[in-house]
């Protein structure tokens, strides 16, 4: 049964049809949608060390823009769900998706994927990839620009499968 569903979001373009896909399935499950930006929490990934007011200025700034347009955002994509939820966390997004799925019982992730190739997937890596890898629950993905290509993950399955 499907009655909460993650939408997590950087705000990108591959956010906005993954958004089309949770709006759909809340609608048809009568299901919850909660959607999530993660700040990335830069200082805790390099190890640099930043004064502690500069550091709390500098991401309350960032979390409360990015509290502005999450209430904006969306808002045609999940016109007609009954209940909507927006979250900020901070940190590695990967992490932070999965830490908020395992914690409030998420029956589904949806969200969009960047394609990213060579040296910037080497670098900035997958977060959809690690979320399907380590979710303990269904993850669903789009693509950019490819929305009628989803992939499903679940924990019956070890690899993701086209549909």
């Not at 502690?52 to 994509?77: G, H, P, R, T």
């Not at 909507?84 to 590695?92: E, L, P």
């Not at 993850?139 to 993701?160: C, D, F, G």
């Amino acid at each position: 049964m499907i009655r909460k569903i993650l939408l997590p979001t950087d705000f990108m373009e591959g956010a906005s049809g993954a958004a089309e896909y949770a709006s759909d399935l809340a609608k048809r499950y009568g299901a919850t949608i909660y959607v999530l930006h993660v700040v990335y929490d830069v200082a805790n990934a390099v190890g640099w060390y930043l004064p502690q007011l500069s550091y709390d200025e500098f991401y309350k700034d960032i979390e409360e823009n990015a509290l502005k347009e999450l209430e904006q955002v969306y808002e045609k994509q999940l016109n007609g769900v009954e209940s909507v939820y927006r979250y900020i966390a901070r940190g590695n997004p990967a992490d932070e998706i999965l830490n908020y799925a395992s914690t409030n019982g998420i029956d589904l992730i949806v969200m969009g994927t960047h394609g990213r190739k060579g040296f910037d997937r080497l670098i900035f890596g997958s977060t959809a990839e690690k979320v399907v890898r380590n979710a303990k629950c269904p993850v669903l993905t789009t693509r950019i620009n490819e929305l009628s290509t989803v992939m499903v993950h679940n924990e019956l399955a070890q690899t993701p499968h086209t549909v």
